[in-house]
């Protein structure tokens, strides 16, 4: 009787600890997929450039962007947007879009700011 319930004991042990390992590999799995657009939202992307990404009266539409952007590119204007301040482009864009400023995201991780710009450049 003593073993039976011993043996009880490890199985329900083992299935608990499969079902922990489930969850947080499924976690992981779904951060991944959502972290691009989660990024877009929570960095407050949306808000100058639109939920779908058309634009606004703040900020230029975010489609095309393969056509000006390599990845690394895109992600050291997301870094430090003042490096690129100058360039024929963005004079274009401050004169369109006067008195908003896109801020630099160096506070943010390069892996994230890559996943961003992958997803951006996809649009």
């Known amino acids: 009787m003593k073993k039976i319930i011993m043996w009880s004991v490890v199985v329900v ?28 939202s929570s960095l407050g992307c949306a808000s100058c450039h639109g939920s779908d990404m058309s ?15 390599t990845r690394d590119k895109l992600v050291t204007y997301l870094n430090n947007t003042t490096a690129f301040i100058d360039s024929t482009r963005m004079v274009k864009y401050q004169n ?8 630099s995201y160096d506070t943010v991780d390069v892996d994230q700011l890559q996943k ?7 649009q």
């Open 13 to 40: 042990a083992l299935l608990f600890m499969v079902f922990i390992i489930a969850c947080n590999t499924n976690n992981k799995t779904d951060s991944k997929t959502k972290t691009a657009e989660h990024l877009y």
């Open 96 to 103: 369109k879009y006067e008195g908003f400023i896109m801020h």
């Open 55 to 69: 634009g606004t009266e703040k900020g230029p539409e975010l489609k095309d962007l393969d056509e000006y952007w």
């Open 116 to 122: 961003l710009a992958d997803y951006l450049l996809k």
